[in-house]
């Protein structure tokens, strides 16, 4: 039933000290739809190709808002992702009670990294199968972050995460450079919508399926769907 | 690995027929891949540096720190998991405030060194959970206004919770060329501690690094360098300035044979590192 | 209201009628167990307490003191006990009141500035420091909680800085009830009767104290301890002293003497100590 011995649990190590466990659910990500963020030196901004059941349903949610200065689109399970959410809200929270103050960004993702550290060093739960792109505002400008089940979350300029999203990252490979300097938030977006397309096989983009969030220095974290996102397509 | 496939490989705090334990063991292979760590003491303090190796480009320079404080006086890098390592500098961030809680002044890095020890090694004695992925590599100086012996200290702490003390160390992917270059460095005849200062060792720091890269020379890596000295830091651990950083990649460039006009734009990205 | 700080949150009398001394017998919260009792008492009064702190704004910044004496009733018990305390780069607390109580929320204050500094480069202009605001807004959560859980911190503090990242000076205060206010000159204790009248002839608002220069409002805080020093036999002639300013960033003194003083009035005083009519 499983591939090796050595995967059955997230506390057991591989002889060449892998966690199979981890690496599994980190595989979770690319069951998921594809989501894709990017950032210029004031915005950030997040797209993602939401998915539904089927013709008659609505399509799950991809991208969640977490304080006016922060949020992050997923690809993966999206109820842990709904876990890591209400998490984020209530560190963001706290911080705005306890010190006036919206939650820096690098402290977010210090606490994250240790919450699904946790699930990779005991033997009870499972980690979290999903991977987040979190955007946001601080004192020290924008930030794009990746996190990954493994408890890692990194810093980036651009990130592509799920089903196909190696086409997506290509682009954004290529054109960061170009990229980071767009002062208008629109141009950043059409960035987004353009490397999405990338990663399209039998999908189009329509105003059904498209999800875009954005934040700035001079923007509130926001979620553009429906008729909102006409203009990018 | 003679023993791999027999059964006693399967869980944490098992021993095998001849008294190992495998999943230690494993746990250490996870660091043998690890970015290049290296600490060495100086005369007043101690320097840590460690190789950043850039997997994607899309990652922003200077940005995702390695090196990481545990409290005020005491610095901490990592080899292995860094999440794992998160984890330890974590519990160390508690027990200093603890330590700090309970008799008034700051940890001595010994005491440091056995409560993380300690933790680590409890983490290799149950099946419910499994050891530290991370050779760990910490240590400072504390002022003796602190009750502290303005004694610099530096310790690797290993998956299966032991801990040395060390002159210098090395771990992760490059250790053999690093520790060879600190061996060289510490046992030759001119080498003096009690006058070597802070910046020779960042110095020799960077140096190593960049040696031990060359194994790996087909992939970019961003240097980071930090510090902990009571007369350039005032006993704090802190990452080393922009002047001194500069310097001391400049030296350790030349000094293996890197010419400055083949740096893919590495410069430029040090320079916002800071 | 009575600035006593062994008055400081308690009812009046006028009001209330004459406090139930039998209360004061009751047990405290470690004997609980023991006691037959069904109520706890925490801390009513103060033991050892520190005087006035005061501060003004002025156009670049704020100046504070609060002199270097810690009373034990009326006996002065220490002294050369500093109550103003730095907290990152460009805030100073003044504590006045229980000094034992203020030693507990220094260590808060040094976990707080810690906290703030893991994985925050010290180096880089990029960094997210402490303000003002942050730690004044988590002291007054703080002192506010632990009225809510009817065990106080028995202090009256005030936070002052500057903003590193805007510039503006900043200066609040906050006590033992959680009450909490702002103005471009502060006191607690005996200061708020004796050296507020003298700090708001300087500046009553917060366009003239955008005004003042630096100057004068040293002068100001320094006749006002010159006041307070007369008039408080609870303070000290040696005292601290404190200019944050956005330029220069935080001057500190712990050593300064009140000075040019005049004690002629004295002679017309009558009603306490040796004196015979």
Not at chain 2, 35 to 62: H, M, Q, R, W, Y
Request: contains cysteine.
């Amino acid at each position: 039933m499983f591939r090796n011995n050595y995967d059955g649990d997230t506390v057991t190590f591989s002889p060449t000290g892998r966690l199979f466990q981890v690496e599994y659910a980190s595989e979770a990500i690319k069951q998921g739809s594809v989501t894709i963020g990017l950032r210029s030196k004031k915005h950030v901004v997040l797209v993602g190709l939401k998915r539904n059941e089927d013709k008659l349903s609505s399509y799950q949610k991809k991208i969640i808002k977490c304080d006016s200065h922060l949020g992050f689109s997923l690809a993966g399970l999206a109820p842990d992702a709904r876990i890591l959410a209400n998490y984020m809200k209530q560190q963001a929270s706290y911080n705005d009670m306890v010190y006036g103050k919206k939650i820096n960004l690098n402290k977010l993702s210090e606490l994250l990294a240790l919450k699904a550290q946790k699930t990779t060093q005991t033997y009870s739960g499972r980690p979290y199968g999903v991977g987040l792109l979190i955007a946001g505002v601080d004192n020290l400008g924008v930030h794009l972050l990746e996190f990954q089940p493994t408890g890692n979350v990194t810093e980036l300029y651009g990130a592509s995460i799920g089903a196909r999203s190696q086409g997506g990252k290509t682009y954004l490979e290529n054109e960061f450079e170009n990229y980071l300097e767009i002062e208008d938030l629109d141009e950043l977006i059409a960035h987004g919508v353009k490397a999405l397309k990338q990663t399209l096989k039998d999908e189009t983009l329509d105003i059904a399926n498209l999800s875009i969030g954005v934040v700035g220095e001079d923007i509130d974290f926001t979620i553009l769907e429906g008729k909102h996102v006409e203009k990018y397509l | 690995m003679t023993s791999v496939g027999t059964g006693y490989d399967l869980s944490n705090s098992v021993f095998s027929p001849d008294g190992r334990n495998f999943q230690v063991e494993y746990a250490s292979k996870a660091v043998e891949n690890g970015s290049t760590t290296v600490g060495l003491k100086c005369k007043d303090g101690v320097v840590f540096g460690v190789e950043k190796i850039i997997a994607n480009k899309l990652l922003v320079p200077g940005k995702n720190r390695k090196i990481q404080t545990i409290d005020r006086h005491i610095g901490c890098c990592y080899s292995g998991l860094i999440p794992d390592g998160k984890h330890l500098v974590n519990r160390g961030r508690e027990e200093a405030t603890n330590f700090r809680n309970t008799y008034g002044k700051p940890i001595p890095v010994s005491a440091m060194s056995e409560r993380l020890s300690q933790y680590v090694q409890a983490y290799t004695l149950y099946n419910s959970v499994r050891p530290f992925g991370i050779s760990t590599i910490f240590g400072g100086v504390l002022k003796t206004e602190n009750g502290g012996d303005n004694k610099p200290e530096l310790f690797m702490l290993d998956p299966n919770g032991s801990c040395w003390g060390y002159k210098g160390i090395a771990t992760g992917k490059g250790r053999q060329t690093a520790k060879a270059e600190l061996e060289k460095l510490i046992t030759s005849e001119t080498f003096d501690f009690s006058t070597l200062s802070a910046k020779q060792a960042v110095e020799e720091v960077a140096r190593i690094i960049y040696l031990a890269h060359e194994d790996n020379k087909d992939k970019d890596f961003e240097l980071e360098l930090s510090w902990c000295s009571l007369s350039e830091t005032n006993g704090f651990h802190k990452y080393v300035p922009e002047e001194v950083y500069n310097e001391a990649v400049e030296n350790a460039k030349s000094a293996v044979g890197l010419a400055d006009s083949d740096e893919s734009g590495e410069e430029d990205m040090e320079v916002d590192a800071q | 209201m009575n600035h006593d700080p062994y008055s400081w949150g308690r009812p009046s009398d006028a009001m209330y009628g004459q406090y139930n001394n039998a209360i004061a017998n009751a047990p405290n919260t470690l004997e609980h167990h023991s006691s037959g009792s069904n109520f706890n008492e925490n801390t009513t009064r103060p033991i050892v307490t520190g005087t006035s702190v005061i501060a003004i704004k002025y156009k670049t910044g704020v100046v504070i003191a609060a002199d270097n004496l810690a009373s034990y009733g009326s006996l002065l018990r220490f002294q050369g006990i500093e109550r103003l305390h730095k907290v990152g780069k460009t805030t100073v607390v003044g504590i006045s009141g229980d000094v034992s109580d203020m030693q507990h929320l220094l260590t808060i204050l040094d976990q707080l500035e810690m906290e703030n500094n893991y994985d925050n480069d010290e180096y880089s202009d990029n960094v997210d420091e402490l303000q003002p605001s942050y730690i004044f807004e988590y002291l007054a959560n703080l002192m506010y909680h632990r009225r809510s859980k009817m065990n106080p911190l028995w202090n009256a503090l005030i936070v002052s800085g500057v903003d590193s990242k805007t510039g503006k000076p900043f200066l609040e205060y906050v006590n033992l009830l959680g009450v909490k206010y702002a103005s471009p000159s502060i006191a607690t204790g005996f200061g708020s009767h004796l050296a507020i009248p003298l700090l708001r002839k300087l500046a009553d608002s917060e366009e003239e104290a955008a005004e003042l220069t630096l100057e004068q409002a040293k002068k100001g805080i320094k006749d006002s301890m010159k006041v307070l020093f007369y008039r408080d036999t609870r303070s000290s002639k040696n005292y601290s002293l404190a200019v944050i300013d956005k330029d220069t960033g935080i001057a500190y003194d712990n050593n300064v003497d009140v000075e040019d003083m005049s004690w002629k009035f004295a002679k017309d005083i009558t009603g306490y100590g040796t004196q015979r009519v």
